[in-house]
């Protein structure tokens, strides 16, 4: 476990930050290979329905994510105001509202899984495979609750390298599995799903035994109690809203899967799905960043270290773009390589279609550090209105542009509509952080430059 509040800020980010960096990218690698082995060993076709169900899996993943930030937060204010009962009291009350939670989002989202992809205008003739793999995908979405928890739990304590054990061994397990079911048994689409169902289930059940260890070592004067209304509430209040967030984010990448599907073309939509997959993986280690901020701001407003706070930001800021470099040079000068590493040079139309997208989306990635290094201030200072404020604004703009475009500009019109919404939400958000709104009522200091 690491204490936050102390130590030189770009040290202690970059140290705390990096293991987290790692999972998620691990994670995201493993989310990859499904479409990479997918599209090499079973056909465009099979990549293509992977592709069309993943707007729908970033849903179910959003009340993963949105519950992550309410348990991370609060159980990094009570660490570092060394509240150890009611951290440990937070802890298993955000484990049972996972397992609970994941029952009832599992059995809800299995009966919506064909009219989504009916919304979706998934054609025809990779409806059956898209809903073979969601159906799977599904079934496994208590242990990705599970993980997600345990995981933002593990990152509040400051421990950030005991989940990045366990999303290696899970994304070595899942890539070596993809291969076995997909190439060697011919599984196809479904050999993908139980290869992700396998390696996320077995990863959430070791990361929480290793949280239950972790917590052993903390001492308490008193027996904590296992759920609490008080702390669910806590918990419910940040949750809800980033969970609202992360579902309307969904609910957009979903309308403009429908608008992709429209073209009625398996190579446009495995072209959009290889690159918003990687543009995906790139915004992911970036939001991972933002999550670490979001850390550190809770665990320093906890003990009342507002221009710590501060200096966190601006150290925030310098790591986030130099993490953002190498994704800016690779996919803008080396985006047809990174898409046809996931299908051969047989489909021609797809590469364009991928490449095109990560020419336009990847020279704004700056940009997207910088918002993402202010969520995370909003986020970790319970500001999350402000937050959800910024996001919404991003969203909007996407889709409506989208939309609007598309007509004239075809899938270039979609494209372009990404960087005028990060642009514009990276404004508004730095601009709530100049702003002060971050800083809790008791805590407000003389206004200070930033």
């Known amino acids: 476990m690491t204490d936050l509040t102390r130590d030189n800020p770009t040290k202690t980010l970059i ?3 990096l293991p987290m960096v790692l999972s998620v990218a691990f994670q995201q690698f493993y989310n990859m290979a499904d479409k990479l082995i997918a599209g090499r060993f079973a056909g465009v076709d099979a990549l293509a329905a992977v592709s069309a169900s993943y707007p729908i899996t970033m849903i179910i993943m959003a009340f993963a994510l949105g519950t992550n930030v309410g348990c991370s937060v609060i159980i990094s204010q009570y660490f570092g105001g060394k509240k150890y009962t009611e951290l440990k009291t937070a802890v298993s009350t955000s484990i049972i509202l996972a397992l609970s939670a994941g029952v009832v989002l599992s059995v809800v989202s299995f009966f919506l899984c064909d009219p989504l992809l009916v919304l979706l205008k998934t054609p025809a003739d990779i409806f059956n495979d898209s809903a073979v793999y969601l159906r799977i995908y599904i079934y496994g979405f208590i242990f990705l609750y599970l993980y997600n928890i345990c995981t933002g739990a593990f990152n509040a304590l400051g421990n ?10 899970s994304s ?3 890539i070596i599995l993809d291969y076995v079911f997909v190439a060697v048994f011919h ?21 929480l035994i290793a949280l239950l260890i972790e917590l052993k070592k903390i001492k308490t004067d008193k027996k904590p109690p296992l759920l609490s209304s008080v702390v669910l509430n806590k918990i419910l209040v940040l949750a809800i809203p980033s969970i609202l967030q992360q579902s309307f984010v969904s609910v957009g990448n979903l309308m403009i899967q429908g608008l992709v599907n429209s073209f009625d073309s398996p190579a446009i939509i495995a072209g959009y799905g290889v690159a918003v997959q990687l543009n995906t993986f790139a915004v992911t280690v970036f939001n991972t960043s933002g999550n670490a901020v979001s850390n ?9 270290k507002i221009d710590r706070v501060r200096q966190g930001f601006r150290s925030a800021v310098k790591i986030g773009i130099a993490i953002a470099l190498p994704f800016t040079l690779v996919y803008t000068f080396l985006g047809t390589f990174m898409v046809g590493l996931f299908m051969d040079n047989s489909t021609p139309d797809a ?20 918002k993402l290094s202010a969520d995370g201030i909003m986020r970790g200072s319970s500001a999350v209105r402000f937050f959800v404020a910024s996001t ?8 409506a542009l ?10 270039l019109g979609i494209w372009l509509s990404w960087p005028i919404g990060w642009i514009l939400s990276a404004a508004l958000v730095v601009g709530f952080y100049l702003k002060g709104y971050w800083i809790p009522k008791d805590l407000k200091p003389d206004r200070k430059s930033i």
Not at 160 to 169: N, Q, V, W
Not at 392 to 399: G, I, Y
């Open 15 to 17: 140290k705390f930050a």
């Open 160 to 169: 950030s390298r005991t989940p990045l054990l366990f999303l290696i061994a």
């Open 172 to 174: 070595v397990g899942n």
């Open 187 to 207: 599984w196809g689409v479904a050999g993908v799903g139980w290869a992700t169902f396998i390696a996320q289930g077995i990863s959430s059940v070791l990361a």
């Open 296 to 304: 550190f701001t809770a665990q320093n407003i906890g003990c009342g």
């Open 351 to 370: 590469l364009q279609t991928g490449r095109q997208f990560l020419m336009i989306v990847a020279p704004f990635y700056f940009t997207v550090m910088i």
């Open 392 to 399: 919404f604004s991003d969203l909007l703009l996407r889709v």
């Open 402 to 411: 989208a939309f609007v475009l598309s007509p004239n500009l075809h899938t």
